[in-house]
T-cell receptor
Framework: AQKITQTQPGMFVQEKEAVTLDCTYDTSDQSYGLFWYKQPSSGEMIFLIY??????QNATEGRYSLNFQKARKSANLVISASQLGDSAMYFC?????????????FGGGTRLMVKP | DAGVIQSPRHEVTEMGQEVTLRCKPISGHDYLFWYRQTMMRGLELLIYFNNNVPIDDSGMPEDRFSAKMPNASFSTLKIQPSEPRDSAVYFCASTPSGRGSYNEQFFGPGTRLTVL
């Protein structure tokens, strides 16, 4: 079974500073994908970034980057130059490729609050 | 591009009433997922379909919950009878198959259900 752990229920960051949201995962499979989603107060789930287990480079998407440490089974999200609009819940999720069902397993989320 | 469409966006009902939530996935996506989100339990996968066929319904809490996908463009989640503990946000998501490990799930806006 797959498991995603986000150990930070809530975090504060000063506007314009960088912040790292932690995510660790547990799987015995070799082929998998890791995802981060953002959920603002309006409730929608917004896809941010993806990392494949065989990708050698850390994924980046604008101000978002994924610090992927395969041996440690961690996939932390780094947000650079935080903005007030980054205040939201952030969810880490994993998909195991051998699972033909295409399911995502989600972590419990981290609430990020950006201070002006 | 319309995205995943859910209706209604908000539903308030009384205990014992039947509730039907609706979802239209993105055209061409052959996987459809129903999730429930609560403060206590986070994001839970209830059931998912592949090519209109239910694949895994192990997350459905009890017999009061049922889901159907009569065609590729429509799915329903029904609760009968509803109970106050069913109050939650229900998300529908869809994703295409293929593309290896990269299968971002596209989420609908959610239905906020309140059972009084």
């Amino acid at each position: 079974a797959q498991k995603i752990t986000q150990t930070q229920p809530g975090m504060f960051v000063q506007e314009k500073e960088a912040v790292t949201l932690d995510c660790t995962y547990d799987t015995s499979d070799q082929s998998y994908g890791l995802f981060w989603y953002k959920q603002p107060s309006s409730g929608e789930m917004i896809f941010l970034i993806y990392q494949g287990s065989y990708d050698e480079q850390n994924a980046t998407e604008g101000r978002y980057s994924l610090n992927f440490q395969k041996a440690r089974k961690s996939a932390n999200l780094v947000i650079s130059a935080s903005q007030l609009g980054d205040s939201a819940m952030y969810f880490c999720a994993m998909r195991v490729i051998v699972d033909a069902g295409n399911m995502l397993t989600f972590g419990g989320g981290t609430r990020l609050m950006v201070k002006p | 591009d319309a995205g995943v469409i859910q209706s209604p966006r908000h539903e308030v009902t009384e205990m014992g009433q039947e509730v039907t939530l609706r979802c239209k996935p993105i055209s061409g996506h052959d996987y459809l997922f129903w999730y429930r989100q609560t403060m206590m339990r986070g994001l839970e996968l209830l059931i998912y379909f592949n090519n209109n066929v239910p694949i895994d319904d192990s997350g459905m809490p009890e017999d009061r919950f049922s889901a159907k996908m009569p065609n590729a463009s429509f799915s329903t989640l029904k609760i009968q009878p509803s109970e106050p503990r069913d109050s939650a946000v229900y998300f529908c998501a869809s994703t295409p198959s293929g593309r290896g490990s990269y299968n971002e799930q596209f989420f609908g806006p959610g239905t906020r259900l309140t059972v009084l």
